[in-house]
């Protein structure tokens, strides 16, 4: 656990100047580098000490079996984690004769940099020796966004007042001894030696390199990872390479003066395949390489540079008045457009690709929580994780098949798009990720009028999508259309009936892909819907079943639920949180307690269900029954918070979700970073604060407000084309396109025309409502008291 | 499968005269032996061929790990699992050079004698062998009733035309090899050599004798099997012993003339413990095995028919007019007492000790259905059952105390207390085993007046089950009392809200505690019962939740069923039953759809908490919707049909329950026989036709009827020390005392006193009722149409 943050407090950058080896693993999360294709963590450049060692290519996993107890028909019986890859990262450095370790002799300086703007890591430190010899090592590492299969390392090592005798061994090594995880169901199951050497070879000289190949024994998977030099250091130089089945190594020993300094740049090429032949894998990394040497490092550099500045001018977001929220929402961004850079065709990872929590599966975190951020900053990421959905579909309609559904049944958890729920409760119940899938595609379609996309991905995943809804949901006799036995996003509760949050987003689904089909009509007879299938599905979303507690003028989270005994919170001691680890399921699914947003969460994206009075009293109702085990609830929280009036405490949940990480919150940092939960700082400042909704009809709106303690916030997003500047601060709120045409939107309701002239608009003055209580125990940190 | 039943009709036996040996695992479950300590298969003497090869000793389990893919909070992790013990059968016998196999050589002749009276099992068979050797062999077994530890064969072989050398191996095998059994969830899990080695000895002599003595490795158990043999042969005759870790072995050799015979009586005992040494367990069989032969095998005989001629005294069931009914019912009460005379705190297991079904663990069966034939036909083994429960009472309070819950919360599934169900929706959610159980105290008093028992042992039983509700219920704001998250009897429903049946047992616990409790102030305050606890149990039963659908005017089983979409019973193919092993639970538990019946079990239990129409009116709603998947089903179904009026219906629903095991219904009884579905048969015949009923107070009821088909019933049974006999025919109902004093009872609600002098009664005419129907594909097999 970080207990109080070590990183500094800067805006564009994230630094370490002390490295504690009990928060190795997390800062090699925080510190972790990718690209949405290659991920590498933060592990030090010579392997040991680490905490996990990790390196990940996007999709690369290894099938495990899934065992039960006493199985049931459909429980799928084998599950799919991601691997440790060949690590490329690994410089090992000699001394004289001694290695360079930081738990033996003396570190008298230690920074790491994460630029946020550079998209570099870099380190430095100066170390003596037990025997009492001193190195100034810097080693600045990268996994390029412009080239998708390359990353490289320099590293360049001084000594600091005599001649020294180093050595450099720079290596490839497969199947490192990775620690055994928790018996926290929610870390990694881990597999001890998951590659098989298939092919592995070293060449010297000017150039020297190395590539080993390696497959994985039960999916069937190749990969090939290369590595090439370019080494500069004093005359009295030798350089060897040479190879094995789990390890390639370069050798470079040099005797180095003072004056001198021993580096190398280290090229990294990284591919894998299910289908191509070993060779032609070979020369796809080999080609890598070869590409990246000729952009050469500070090309690397520079194209790192204008790819994050091309980013940022549409995506940042400033925060004035509170440093450590500004800190943290670029590194949030930061992340998730490493996580979604270059994804193509692959999923976004819970944790992306920055540790093994989850088993590096794919949840409704990318469509719910990360996609509306990049639809907003970075567009095309957005589509490509969307394409993987679509390139997965076959499986999806199977497992329909499988569940005797029509269309398309996403799995709950995932790599390669077959279901790996091992508990299907909480997980293949959850049924609202399809309708979360649907969400994401009407919402990218709306933020970018593709009609590209439109035609080819997102009319099939509205259909299949709508297909599975018609026939998971029925007609009641009063003509309602009811979804029973479904989980929603509060995994507290399971396989309940009429799940408000899943009924209401199913209905928008249901409606969506009516209405497509209606304008592409063409496209939809090739996908086989009839005048009549549209037709029920729009009946299906106009009938659906909206539960409501008209005693408590409350809308229950399913059927029944208002009347459930409340948790005994008062009697739940502290440590007993997350709930899930010390109570069965069995309580927990029976009794009024919420573990992360759910109608709140509905109230959010399905805004125009709800009157004013009933967001106010839902979120109040729900606010003290709701314990935030998931890193996914407070940014919810947030965002109807700030939007039903409670300021304060919107801002505590937005810094919630947005020190999740910096601070481990979760303690589980360590697995890897919560992408959803960095992007709900985004979606908490722009959604919440910046009252931002994209209605399903009509304009873009806005409702900014500020609470006390931020002075000014001000976001950038892109839409339609256009780069829009929102300003809010204590005198009203600027607005200003920074590129594209005049755009429409509304101002708090108003309807407002914004061009490349700031127009400043007041904010209407706020109603105080009194505060909701949290469960006992579970009150936010505040905000305020944080001086 | 038996298509049709091998096995002739008889009334007071059961006999196989031919041997398919694509029956021989049904067959080694339906003629399996014992006294609920001991159960032996059903096993050939010569061991080969063998379905299943079966030893049990009650409670004599291994542990075995419970794996999930995704665990959960409490998640039992290691199960217990029934293991196949030293197998004392075993008798070889070579034929000049050839060994005796039924499968090599001619069966001239082979018949397979049940003797139901007898409680033995006898084997005659002459066989030629490939080279053309004849022998006539008679073999017969016993498990016996009154000396628990023993069971005993007499073996005799004869030569045919002409003198021939046998050698008779008599032995004693631990560790036999046993096939793997189908990927079916409810069979058994194997342990494949589940026994260690601790001792063996064999002793020579006019006493040829041996012992092996073995324990288990996780569970630590240890049992001692011996042998003893008295041998009668020609002057011509060798005899030898020897034993081995796991083996010991008699060796009879002799040369035997036409006209004499080669026989011997194998005298067995077993024991086992958790904590007795080695000498001691050895001393307990040694001494068993002595007390055997003491008594002899003629006494052994004798004893058994004793026993059972007591047994039938009070038991016996007449059914004229339908032979094979006649049978089934006798075969039936001779598993049910074979499973319960012995067990002497330890559990009646849903397959007796007949296989290794559902891991030999016991469920509700015990109380729910087998109890009840117990408590009226030979009480002291209902009360043993009990008094088991009440032996693990400290696990069942741990279990509640994991749970949240206070009192006792009884496992779903155990052989040794501990709950070992894997996957907790139709495990530990079942919490009506609780109440249950506290039916089978309150039946068992109400028919015994045993007020030892209550104060021993049905007091503590009915205090702790009540906590138990108090505690998993609660007052909702209405003031009614709501039990949340539950899994009712039907499996294809699971963690409901109010389950109709949960609601109504659990509101008779609480009630009958409360009662007890004033009864017997001075013990329940020796359990910390005060007053006021007392007092919340009465106010929980009085505000007991009963849902209704008042549109529908039924009883929905749980809240919100009737709302539910139905089965759609025309699309699923007639091999598609059972269902759970052919579509997922999560479409199963929200349809409407019954596996076995729930509220008509509650109507059967709690008769007088639904009207005479309400009975009508739910029967035939939840007759159009239950598939009977399980074994448990129709004997139910049997007695609300008869009740309400549907008499041929009853009688197709007694013939599905009589006939599970002998015409193999469900295709399982290979893995053990189903004992509450046995008891089924009795409980169908005198619940149902007799329409006998225990009400909370006042006298026992018979409402007596008969179906076209059944010329006469007559059922004795024994109720607060009499026997009471009751013939009912197409003239009325005769009603005598047989033993005891003269008792009240009511007849179709007239009271009556009845005596040794017998009554005659009319029975009062019936109204027909439009027939229910099943769901398509699922009506029962008519008992009319069977010639």
């Known amino acids: 656990m970080i207990s109080n943050a070590p990183y500094g407090v800067e805006p564009w950058c994230l630094t370490e100047s002390h490295l504690d080896l009990n928060l190795i693993a997390q800062s090699e999360s925080v510190f972790a580098l990718s690209n949405g294709h290659i991920g590498l963590r933060g592990n030090l450049d010579e392997g040991d000490p680490h905490g996990l060692p990790g390196t990940y290519l996007n999709s690369l996993f290894e099938d495990r079996p899934l065992p039960y107890a006493e199985a049931g028909y459909g429980f799928p019986e084998m599950g799919q984690t991601v691997i440790n890859v060949t690590n490329g990262k690994i410089i090992r450095l000699l001394v004289n004769d001694e290695p360079f370790d ?14 946020l703007r550079g998209g570099t890591l870099t380190r430095n430190v100066v170390w003596t020796s037990p025997a009492g010899h001193t190195v100034d090592i810097q080693s600045v590492r990268l996994v390029s966004l412009t080239q998708r299969a390359v990353a490289a390392i320099s590293y360049r090592v001084k000594p600091v007042d005599e001649t020294l005798r180093l ?64 080494i500069h250091g004093p005359a009295k130089m030798s350089t060897s390479t040479e190879s094995f089945d789990d390890m390639a ?14 580096s190398l740049i280290k090229y990294l090429g990284y591919g894998w395949s299910s289908q191509r032949t070993r060779p032609a894998l070979i020369d796809q990394v080999v080609g890598a390489i070869a590409a990246a040497k000729l952009t050469g490092w500070d090309g690397l550099l520079a194209e790192q540079r204008q790819f994050l500045d091309e ?38 990872p819970a944790k992306g690709l920055t540790g093994t929590g989850y088993d590096g599966h794919t949840f409704w975190d990318t469509e719910t929580f990360v996609l509306p951020v990049l639809t907003y900053t970075w567009p095309e990421a957005a589509a490509d994780a969307l394409r993987w959905r679509y390139a997965v579909m ?6 329909a098949v499988e ?16 279901e790996c729920s091992g508990y299907w409760p909480a997980g293949t119940a959850a049924f609202h990720i399809n309708a979360d899938i649907a969400n994401a595609v009407t919402k990218y379609l709306d933020a970018t009028q593709d009609e590209k996309f439109e035609r080819e991905i997102g009319l099939p995943l509205l259909v299949e999508t709508a297909r599975l809804w018609r026939s998971l949901g029925q007609h009641d006799s009063h003509g309602k259309f009811r979804i029973e036995g479904v989980t929603g996003p509060d995994e507290y509760s399971a396989v309940k009936d009429n799940n408000l949050y899943t009924n209401l987003m199913a209905q928008h689904n249901l409606a969506a892909a009516a209405e497509l089909v209606e304008k592409l009509d063409k496209e939809a007879r090739e996908l086989d819907v009839t005048a009549e299938e549209a037709a029920s599905w729009r009946d299906a979303a106009n009938d659906m079943y909206i539960p409501y507690d008209h005693h408590l003028k409350v809308h229950p989270q399913h059927d029944g639920f208002t009347s459930y005994a409340r948790w005994d919170f008062k009697a739940t001691p502290e440590d007993h949180y997350p709930l899930l680890l010390h109570y069965p399921y069995f309580q927990l699914y029976r009794k009024q307690v919420v573990k992360q947003a759910d109608v709140v969460l509905a109230m959010q994206l399905r805004p125009s269900s709800f009157t004013d009075e009933q967001k106010r009293r839902n979120f109040d109702y729900y606010e003290a029954i709701t314990v935030r085990d998931s890193s996914l609830s407070p940014c919810t929280q947030a965002v109807i918070a700030a939007e039903v009036g409670h300021l304060d405490l919107a801002y505590d949940y937005l ?59 001000s976001f950038r997003m892109r839409y339609r084309g256009r780069i829009v500047q929102v300003k809010i601060h204590d005198h009203g709120v600027d607005y200003l396109l920074l590129a594209g045409d005049p755009l429409e939107i509304t101002h708090h309701g108003e309807p407002l025309t914004i061009t490349g002239e700031p127009q400043t608009l007041e904010i209407p003055p706020a109603h105080p409502l009194p505060p909701p209580s949290q469960p006992f125990g579970r009150v936010p940190q505040s905000r305020h008291g944080r001086e």
């Open 403 to 418: 569940l005797g559904l029509d269309g398309a049944a996403f799995p709950w958890r995932t790599i390669r798009g077959q």
């Open 102 to 115: 930081i738990r033996y002799g003396t570190v008298q300086s230690h920074t790491r940099t994460l630029d």
């Open 655 to 713: 810094a919630e979700a947005a020190l999740m990480d910096l601070q481990d919150r979760e303690h589980n940092t360590k697995d890897g970073v919560h992408i959803a939960s960095l992007a709900g700082a985004w979606t908490a400042l722009v959604g919440g604060f910046g009252g931002m909704r994209a209605p399903s009809s009509g304009a873009l709106a806005f409702s900014p407000k500020l609470p006390p303690g931020i002075i000014c916030l």
């Open 311 to 348: 980013f940022w001018e549409g995506a940042d977001v400033e925060v004035d008045g509170d440093v450590e929220i500004q800190q943290a929402v670029r590194f949030g961004l930061f992340h998730i457009i490493q996580a979604g850079a270059r994804t193509e065709n692959r999923p976004i």
């Open 249 to 262: 190594r370069l050798l470079v020993a040099a005797e180095v003066a003072p004056e001198e300094e021993l």
């Open 394 to 399: 076959d499986k999806a309609k199977s497992h």
């Open 167 to 230: 050595v450099l061994m720079s290596e490839l090594v497969a199947n490192e001894e990775v620690p055994r995880q928790s018996a926290d169901p929610r870390a990694a199951a881990i597999l001890s030696k998951p590659l098989t050497g298939e092919e592995h070879y070293a060449v010297d000289g000017d150039n020297p390199r190395a590539v080993l190949v390696h497959g994985t024994e039960s999916s069937k998977l190749r990969l090939a990872a290369g590595m090439s030099h370019a």
